[in-house]
T-cell receptor, first 115, second 113 residues
C-alpha cells in the first residue's frame, strides 16, 4: 500500500486478555517505530526496529509489552494481561533510513480500549 | 532527558489571519525537528522536517523555523483557512543514532470561519 497500515483500527478487550496489534510499514522502509498516545497527550515512544532487530526498546512500560518484526517488514505489538491503563491509541511509523535522516510516516493508529 | 513544550495548548483565530505556533525543547543537541498535524481520531501527517543544520523550511502556506541554540522552533501559517483546524505537534530526534521522536503535547488550532 501507499502508506503505513495498522490493524485493527479499534480493539475492545477485557482486562486480563492478550491482544496483538499489527503494523504494515511503507514498502522498503527499514526503520519502524511504535508509539502510544493517551488522550490530550503527544505520542510516547515505545520501541524502534531497524530491520528485524529491536534497536531501542527503552520505551516499553513493562514486560507485558513485546514487539516483533520477524522478516523486517510487518511488525506486531503484543500486550499480555491487559490492564485498563493500557487503553490508548497505539501508533506505528516507518522511515526510509535510520539516523533520523528522513521523515517518519505514521499510520492511522489502533485505538485500544480495555474494559 | 529531552522535554518538548508547546504553547499555547489551544488557539482560536478568525479565518484569513496569519498565526504562529511555538515549540521549545530542553536539550539543544537535536538531529532534526519535525512538525505534524493530527486530525481528531486520526494518525499524524508530516508537515515539515528541519535538519539541525537548517534554519527554516517552507511548504506552501507553512513555514517552520529552527533556532537550535535557544531550543526553539516556530510554525508559521499564512492566511489561515478552516481546513487548517487540527492539533499541531512538534517532535525532535536526538543526536545521530538516536531514532526516537520526542513529542510535545500539541497545540489545538481552531480557525473560525
Amino acid at each position: 500500500g501507499a502508506g503505513v497500515s495498522q490493524t485493527p483500527s479499534n480493539k475492545v478487550t477485557e482486562k486480563g486478555k492478550y491482544v496483538e496489534l499489527r503494523c504494515d510499514p511503507i514498502s522498503g522502509h527499514t526503520a519502524l517505530y511504535w508509539y502510544r498516545q493517551s488522550l490530550g497527550q503527544g505520542p510516547e515512544f515505545l520501541i524502534y526496529f531497524q530491520g528485524t532487530g529491536a534497536a531501542d526498546d527503552s520505551g516499553l512500560p513493562n514486560d507485558r509489552f513485546f514487539a516483533v518484526r520477524p522478516e523486517g517488514s510487518v511488525s506486531t505489538l503484543k500486550i499480555q494481561r491487559t490492564e485498563r491503563g493500557d487503553s490508548a491509541v497505539y501508533l506505528c511509523a516507518s522511515s526510509l533510513t535510520a539516523q533520523g535522516a528522513t521523515e517518519a510516516f505514521f499510520g492511522q493508529g489502533t485505538r485500544l480500549t480495555v474494559v | 532527558k529531552q522535554e518538548v513544550t508547546q504553547i499555547p495548548a489551544a488557539l482560536s483565530v478568525p479565518e484569513g489571519e496569519n498565526l504562529v505556533l511555538n515549540c521549545s525543547f530542553t536539550d539543544s543537541a537535536i538531529y532534526n525537528l519535525q512538525w505534524f498535524r493530527q486530525d481528531p481520531g486520526k494518525g499524524l501527517t508530516s508537515l515539515l522536517l528541519i535538519q539541525s543544520s537548517q534554519r527554516e523550511q517552507t511548504s506552501g502556506r507553512l513555514n517552520a523555523s529552527l533556532d537550535k541554540s535557544s531550543g526553539r522552533s516556530t510554525l508559521y501559517i499564512a492566511a489561515s483557512q478552516p481546513g487548517d483546524s487540527a492539533t499541531y505537534l512538534c517532535a525532535v530526534v536526538g543526536h545521530f543514532g538516536n531514532e526516537k521522536l520526542t513529542f510535545g503535547t500539541g497545540t489545538r488550532l481552531t480557525i473560525i470561519p
